[in-house]
């Protein structure tokens, strides 16, 4: 017993940004985006979780590589390579797509305390920004870290969820070997939402800057100017291909719940927190409000930190301002304002009168849209030019890279088709 606590403790030190990178893409715009697929269209979209699969785990691998090898964030290596005018248009957009995402998470957080307790969702959804924010503040990152890792937890009350209801698995193997696309404006935008919400921005600049973290405070780092080892890339992609296995495993399985129970019983439009949570009501019962609210409310303190952190890395390499989640706040003081205005910007755009679930579809249809000029930008970042040392990457991954900017980039377009 004790050499297999042993070994699980090693396993799980050994996983780390990858692992809650994955995570964090599940966070409540994640679950409802996949709840409004799998209730709108059934099985129909359960192919896009094969498909994201590897493209996110190439970029995501990539974003983490770019960290390691340089000790530095998406922004700086973006800035040495092009014009600083597209770096701040670049953060720029990463760092409004992030305090609307924040908003919506945080609202949807209150909406799900809400079916628990009663009582006013905005006030809720404020204390709980706050509650993130003096978390990120106070904790250090190596000690928050392992927080957050517990949190991922929760996400497979999903797996359960499916496997105690009637799912018809021969018309859900179909549909998630056979891809069905249909040039419907509906289907389109949702498509986009799912691609936004499964290879989100955010993400590329936490990973980043996570692993350059890593690298300065890891063993395995042992000479600063050497090239990345075959090691250490190991080490990023088992621990990236773990965190995006699950990710995706929880994602597939939100839509099948929801289309087995909500779009089964002919409820097609996610309108309230409460529809969400009938999904789960199979497995739930009485209880179906508060397991899905345990779901909504853990990966919103997962995510909203994860999303603050995203945006004050970027901001603060851009204006080459000391930044780092493991500093005390009197030694990064831009930082961590940054980290505070992207919090309370999000917290104060829950005083809208907009619908939080509506938010979070629309949010993560954005993270579509702004996804496809980063992607491109840091595929730019890693192609040789002069003759100068770039990072050292296996040609599939540069491959399924430039395959992820174009699967991300023709979506967008065919949904503006649509619209247009």
Same mark, same amino acid.
């Given at each position: 017993m004790?050499a ?8 799980? &030190?050994?996983?780390g940004p990858?692992?809650i ?9 994640? !679950? ?5 697929? &799998? ?62 995402? !924040? ?12 079916? !628990?307790?009663? &009582? ?54 179909t ?15 949702? !498509?986009?939402?799912v ?16 692993e ?52 089964a019983? &002919? ?24 397991l ?8 919103g ?7 603050a ?34 919090t ?24 579509g ?39 991300m ?10 619209v247009?």
């Open positions: 004790a297999e606590q042993s070994g699980f403790r090693k396993v799980w &030190g050994a996983l990858g692992l990178t994955g995570a964090a893409d599940d966070d409540p715009s994640g !679950i409802a985006t996949y709840s409004q697929a &799998g209730a709108q269209f059934g099985y129909t979209l359960a192919w896009t979780m094969l498909l994201t699969l590897p493209f996110m785990a190439a970029i995501q691998i990539i974003s983490a590589a770019i960290g390691w090898d340089s000790e530095a964030g998406l922004a700086r290596n973006i800035s040495e390579r092009l014009p600083r005018s597209v770096l701040f248009a670049i953060v720029a957009l990463l760092a409004v797509a992030n305090t609307i995402n !924040i908003a919506a998470d945080l609202a949807a957080m209150g909406a799900g305390f809400r079916l !628990i307790v009663g &009582g006013p969702a905005l006030a809720y959804a404020l204390l709980f920004g706050v509650g993130c924010l003096t978390a990120e503040i106070l904790i250090p990152y190596h000690r928050y870290v392992g927080y957050l890792k517990f949190l991922t937890l929760v996400l497979f009350v999903y797996v359960a969820a499916a496997f105690s209801i009637h799912v018809p698995w021969l018309q859900l193997l549909s998630t070997l056979l891809p069905h696309v249909s040039l419907n404006r509906d289907m389109l935008l949702t !498509i986009v939402a691609f936004g919400t499964t290879i989100s921005p955010y993400l590329f600049f936490w990973q980043a800057s996570q350059a973290e890593e690298s300065q405070l890891s063993h395995r780092r042992r000479h600063a100017s050497a090239p990345m080892s075959a090691r250490a890339f190991r080490h990023i992609s088992r621990d990236t291909w773990t965190g995006m296995i699950v990710s995706n495993l929880i994602a597939f399985f939100i839509i099948v719940t929801t289309a087995a129970t909500l779009h019983h &002919g409820v097609t439009k996610i309108d309230t927190a409460a529809q969400a949570a009938e999904a789960l009501r199979p497995i739930a019962g009485a209880f179906t409000f508060a899905f609210a345990c779901g909504i409310i853990g990966t303190l997962l995510a909203v930190p994860v999303l952190g995203s945006a004050a890395y970027a901001v603060a390499e851009s204006f080459h301002l000391k930044g780092s989640l493991e500093l005390p706040a009197n030694r990064a003081i831009g930082f961590y304002a940054i980290v505070s205005a992207a309370l910007a999000g917290a104060g755009l829950t005083l809208t009168s907009i619908d939080p679930i509506a938010m979070l579809f629309w949010t993560a249809v954005i993270n849209v702004v996804a496809v000029p980063i992607m491109a930008v840091m595929m730019i970042v890693i192609t040789p030019r002069g003759g100068r040392r770039t990072l050292e990457l296996p040609l599939w991954l540069r491959t399924l890279g430039w395959f992820a900017t174009a699967l980039a023709i979506a967008v377009a065919l949904m503006v088709w649509s247009v």
